[in-house]
């Protein structure tokens, strides 16, 4: 993820990754790098590592481009991890302080999972349902919230509340018109899967995710409540982790609006751990209320890039809009030229 970017910027990317591994007090820098594997794709690692590739490649966008992002940028938005470069981005949160706050809630992310797997057996992770139309989405929703209980879309505070935490499935994202994801036990998700298709008349194509962690259930409660404390507590200087406002809107995960207050953006920051990631929901509000016209993905892969596609058209769809991802120096000469190409055009 950061070799071609450490080769072509060095002079930009050398003291940032320096200040990476500093901070954590550990070698990330070179997991990235180098692996193992197995060693890079531990929630642990994974998530500080992704988290902090987006904001270099950000800086290096501002330091080696000239990208003025206060002045370019007028909305932030991240999906689920994404969220915190989102807030760093929007100047609601320091780089390194949202470095180790990503990497102590991906500890205990990855200690509830193996605690749950110790205590009850079984497996945990995550599985993304794709339907035809958004017709059928809906009424797979539906179909799903009847199951387990829900009273409404995107609510946790009435769902299965006898069912121990370890045993609930909720709906982590709803990502597009056509795909979500659902999370928690998966023996349980298979028995939704036979639900769905005996009394329901669904039958989606469903793919198991590279995850061993149910992301956005209740399993992970813990992080939940370490957050709350990380944000409200004091920083070293005595002042707020958060600053408000911020220089732009940014988007919550939660409400698929932005932010309103710094203790909502608290509140919601933390409950994300738990809650439905309303991703669909956030960029039709961005699109159809906001009108927004030009997207552009930072980080180290182009899922939300393609999820944004999927609802708004990709480039050239609307005279000076398009969707764009940046995982690589070549694609930042590129974006940058489009960005500038259609900065003065005007809508049809």
């Known amino acids: 993820m950061v070799t071609p970017w450490l080769e072509a910027f060095p002079r930009t990317v050398k003291p940032i990754l320096e200040e990476i591994d500093s901070t ?20 642990e690692n994974a998530q500080p590592a992704i988290m902090a590739t987006s904001i270099m490649i950000l800086r290096v966008l501002e330091q080696e481009f000239g990208f003025k992002t206060e002045e370019r940028v007028d909305i932030t938005l991240g999906h689920s991890l994404g969220e915190f470069a989102a807030l760093v981005a929007g100047g609601y949160l320091a780089f390194l302080d949202a470095l180790i706050m990503v990497r102590k809630r991906a500890e205990v992310m990855a200690r509830s999972s193996h605690e749950a797997c110790e205590r009850e057996g079984g497996e945990f992770g995550m599985v993304a349902l794709v339907c035809e139309s958004e017709e059928h989405m809906r009424s797979l929703i539906d179909g799903i919230y009847d199951f387990l209980s829900l009273s409404s879309l ?30 928690g036990s998966i023996e349980r998700i298979n028995t939704l899967m036979t639900n769905l298709r005996q009394f329901g008349g669904h039958d989606p194509r469903h793919v198991r995710l590279k995850s061993d962690s149910p992301f956005h259930s209740p399993l992970m409660k813990p992080a939940e409540e370490m957050m709350k404390q990380l944000l409200y507590q004091p920083t070293e200087s005595g002042g707020d982790i958060i600053t408000w ?37 956030s960029v039709k509000y961005l699109d159809r209320e906001e009108k927004v016209r030009r997207w552009v993905g930072i980080g180290p892969g182009k899922v939300g890039r393609n999820l944004v596609g999927k609802e708004v058209g990709m480039k050239g769809a609307i005279k000076g809009g398009g969707v764009w991802g940046i995982t690589s120096p070549k694609e930042a000469e590129e974006v940058m030229r489009a960005l500038d190409d259609t900065e003065q055009a005007n809508e049809d």
């Open 24 to 43: 954590l007090g550990l070698p990330l820098s070179q997991i990235i790098a180098d692996g193992p594997n197995s060693m890079l794709t531990a929630t």
């Open 154 to 183: 995107g609510s946790k505070s009435d769902s299965a509340v006898d069912i121990p935490a370890v045993q609930q499935v909720l709906i982590a994202n709803i990502n597009s018109k056509n795909q979500i994801v659902l999370s």
């Open 245 to 281: 406002p911020g220089i732009m809107p940014c988007v919550s995960n939660v409400s698929a609006r932005p932010f309103k207050s710094k203790d909502q953006l608290k509140d919601l920051l933390a409950r994300q751990c738990v809650e439905t990631v309303r991703w669909w929901s």
